[in-house]
């Protein structure tokens, strides 16, 4: 993409309304515009990093086995009486009359509509194991929605939903779903730690969330210091084998970490004090087991190999995809701007013309973009009439996490500057070994 | 896919409650279900084909050089009192009121906020042309939802606005749209003839409708049959180029072509009698020349190159995403089911195995899924222990457009079966052969 052909509306002036760092840079940088309190678009930069975190959430739940669908924004209102969630849910629930003066809402969460499609299709033990999501927008009333994508109240989730024909399938889901998230967030370049949880309105008995540490973040977290080294790294887990699954759930979920609403200081006490921690953390995910509360409720139910008919066990797991735009930031930046994991950028590379017009360095700048696209990394090319000084603060504040810098200078010398946001070193080389560069660090976390 | 591992509820019986085929069959393929009154899921079937449409919606707008970004559902009132059409809209707007008391609406377009956008951040001539779009659910009350997707409450749209300097530019912009739709559409298979329309509450001077010809078509249309032979065909268009654009369009524009209610009797008469016709269609997109209409109302202007301050020049263009799907079956199918065009079918192959549990047949199965899958084509694999007949069905309902078949007997012979959907011909060759036809078929199309 050319920047003179773009929609980049860079702020230069901090916004007044942004307290937190990921939201001042999300505006700084033109990836969001307020709508109304809480409701946002996303400018073509913002977008780009939606649909790059989306399109990992995707991989990763189809590696796992799991089938995407798409549910509506609206549901009628009957469909959660039948769980008795509609009088429950409070005024965060955005309730509306339409024209026929028929209730409906504004779907929070899903486990009603997909456990009305599972009985309408399914009965026989056969169909089983079932996991279906979506990714969609979703409506929150919040009484003060801020921190801008971190607390809004039109937000994108991920939720999925597993059907299985007994606890211990269930549990196998839900592992499934912890080990598949692990993934998504490390190919983000994020640390989300599972800690214990608290079930809230959607009821249960096992549930983890993933939390991000971050001076920022909403809850109060307790681990031991030795659960943000693990890695899933790049091992391949079979997610059909239960055993193998529940091993790296187990090594994930056995050192302490847990939520202010589940801690327990006499169990917190026992651990070393250098590796006792306490911190804020921002949470990214949420996985639930909750057995039967909804299929009981509202009859769906299956026919096991015994012939026997019981209602279908089920978990729902949610991953917060608009929010995670807040969070890699609050974890991924410094004062000049963010720095984009590569897992997620909104383009792989930056193009700096230090010197529009000149024929060799534009003509230099259009080889570099025409070598990198052809190797199918897009890059942001610079192409304005304006100064280094401004380019290099634009660059620094997208965060693009490698630059190359094209001038007349450096092509007497045969070279250009190749710069890793993150640790702001440069290295001078030729055109080519800087598209091979950046071509190798691409395919590495590929 | 294996067909086992999915979530594909085929129907038997024909849904008493769809009158038309393209509703008929979604139903009985397991691609939408009903949730309220023109409110839908989109089964897993369904979801591919949905996301397939959006994808060559995208890849045409980008090589047209129009950005994307995504605004939200919900909008607040105040920006669409600004243009004066909140009092206008009528029954079919949606309007909400949140736990604060604020008045809110579900977008059924969004004219005014994309305006909002641009007068936020751009003020200068220099920064235009510009064409912003997105593809976001929208929500009309319709006082009678019916057809399936065809006239659904909430649906899927790609709208999309241009920002123009002057009205030659503008008038550049709406050429450019309507040769990127041409491209669209005939990509996914259709014939949509660009029709002379009225422009309705969305206001303007110019403006065309693009209709599929189909009996079940809710618009009377009125043609010159020699429009109906014209293709884009794989010329490339340069999109920067105003003549050449215009060119495009003015082949496309010249025969007659209109709906109802821009129909001229007299001028009909002037085409020879045996390429007068009148049919019914459906309306799959529509691009709109409007000027200043609300860049004026909401002060959204520029400076131009010779200094003075204009209300930017506007048109906004639509695609009915989600409708598609429709108009794609509606024209694409036979008494059997559904008969996908290779650019948006939900699969590429469909692979019938004939006798599963023969090692022989099962083992050939999983090497010509592995050996489609490694060139790219993801194949459904029927690997359920059915008779071959309710497998033969069920393809033939989902209208995959080709199908290869796996069986003991033909492997005794050295071949497999391919068979066109279209055509219903089947022809015997090696294994590797069928994969390559395969192959070649999708690449003569990408």
Redesign the interface.
Known sequence: MRLS???L?VLKENPAEAQIVSHRYMLRA?MI?Q???G??????L??RV?KRIEQIVHEEQARA?H??????????AD?WRESGRYDDYG?EM?R?T???K?E?L?GPTNEE?IT??FR???SSYK?LP?T?Y?IQ?K?R?E?RPRFGVMRG??FLMKDGYNFDVDKAAALHAYNRHMVSYLRTYERMGLTAIPMRADSGPIGGDDTHEFLVLAATGESEVFYDSAVTELKLGSREVDYDDREAVAAVCAEFTTLYARTDETHDAALFETIPEERRKSARGIEVGQIFYFGTKYSEAMGATVVTPDGSRVPVEMGSHGIGVSRLLGAIIEANHDDKGIIWPEGVTPFAVGIVNLKQGDTATDSACAALYQALTAKGLEPLYDDRDERAGAKFATMDLIGLPWRITVGPRGLGNGVVELTSRRTGVSEEMSLEMAVDRVVQIYAEIA
């Open positions: 052909r773009y929609f509306p033109g515009k709508q109304a309190a409701i946002y678009s996303w400018l073509p913002g977008y939606l086995g089938i995407p669908l798409l549910m509506p924004t609206l549901q009628p469909l005024q955005l509306i339409d024209r026929q028929r409906m504004y509509m009305d499609i309408s299709h399914v169909d079932l279906l979506h927008w409506f009333d009484m109240r039109e």
